[in-house]
């Protein structure tokens, strides 16, 4: 038997920030495994998993692009929550004789916790526009749905939004927009919404290093919404530096990746990651 470990993988690979925050977290325990990065391209996941399924040292492992939906293609079992979210970021192996291995969802509640204490403040009404299809937005949707929030799709292929929503048993199909004829929804915008507490999530890559910007009029916007960009290359987006500007509360891609990373740390090492070091960590992702 070697190091016992577990990895993240995707493809492109090289990027992941999931190795600095498993390790640190790992090093902060003094526990003895570790965690790698491995490139598995496009159809190679089904070969890759067999081969981990008999790997004794392998703890799981987390998932990205692009297998984060194909992965339940190739795993033995997963719940409900993860079949309404359609897509998995963290596999784990149970039974050491049959050696199932499980999908995971730890995207949603990662998105989720740092929003948490906002959302425990009062509110008269509230109201989500979330904007992107692909595994990130239905995370987020399946929270804020959760969490008591209408949710506005707004999406480039609005079929993919309508199917989006179908899955996570949200029916009302006014409420999708094309994200090319974007504008503030009527609902959000300031003037009847006094004690509001909307929030607007950019969960597509407009904004990220070598793509565009999104590009939105957020002068319209209630001042109680706040803004939330899953981007986190760069941290600052142009999307929340407008928002800070506007005086608008907002929320980072980076505290969703430590958040659903921390949740993923439990099910591999089955151990809670010690979140007491967050100001450490976030410094040593910001560099
Ligand atoms: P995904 O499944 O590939 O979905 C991407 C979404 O973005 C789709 O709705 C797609 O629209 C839209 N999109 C892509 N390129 C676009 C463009 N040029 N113009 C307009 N829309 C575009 O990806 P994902 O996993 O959901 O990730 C989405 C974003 O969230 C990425 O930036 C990722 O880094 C970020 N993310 C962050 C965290 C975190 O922890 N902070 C976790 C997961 C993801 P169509 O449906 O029209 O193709």
Known sequence: MGRPYAEVIGDPIDHSKS??????????????????????????????????????????CSVTLPHKAD?????????????????ANCLTRIGTTDRKIVAHNTDWSGFLEP??????????????????????????????????FPVISVNRDLGKAFAMRRRLDLFDDDLVMDLGSLEIP??????????????LVNATPLGMAGFPPLRLDLSRLS???AVCDL?????????????????????????????????????????SA?????????????R
């Open 19 to 60: 190795p600095l925050i498993h390790n640190f977290w790992l090093a902060k325990l003094g526990l003895p495994y570790e965690f790698r990065r491995t490139r598995v391209r496009r159809g190679q996941l089904g070969a890759f998993l067999q081969h981990r399924r008999a790997d004794t040292d392998w703890c799981g």
């Open 71 to 87: 992965a339940l293609g190739h795993v033995d079992e997963y719940s409900r929550l993860v079949a309404k979210i359609g897509a």
């Open 115 to 148: 929003l948490e204490p906002w959302f425990k403040e009062e509110a008269t009404y509230r109201l989500a526009t979330v904007i992107g299809a692909g595994g990130a937005a239905a995370a987020a949707s399946y929270a804020l749905d959760r969490s008591g």
């Open 231 to 271: 981007v986190y290359h760069p941290i600052e987006t142009d999307l929340l530096r407008q928002a800070r500007h506007r005086g608008l509360r907002v929320f980072d891609g980076l505290g969703m990746l430590i958040g659903q990373a921390a949740a993923a740390f439990a099910l591999f090492f089955v151990e």
């Open 274 to 286: 010690p979140r007491e070091h967050d100001a450490e960590l976030r410094e040593l992702l910001t």
């Open 223 to 225: 001042p109680g919404t």
């Open 186 to 199: 009527a609902e959000t915008r300031a003037g009847s919404r006094d004690g509001a507490q909307d929030l």
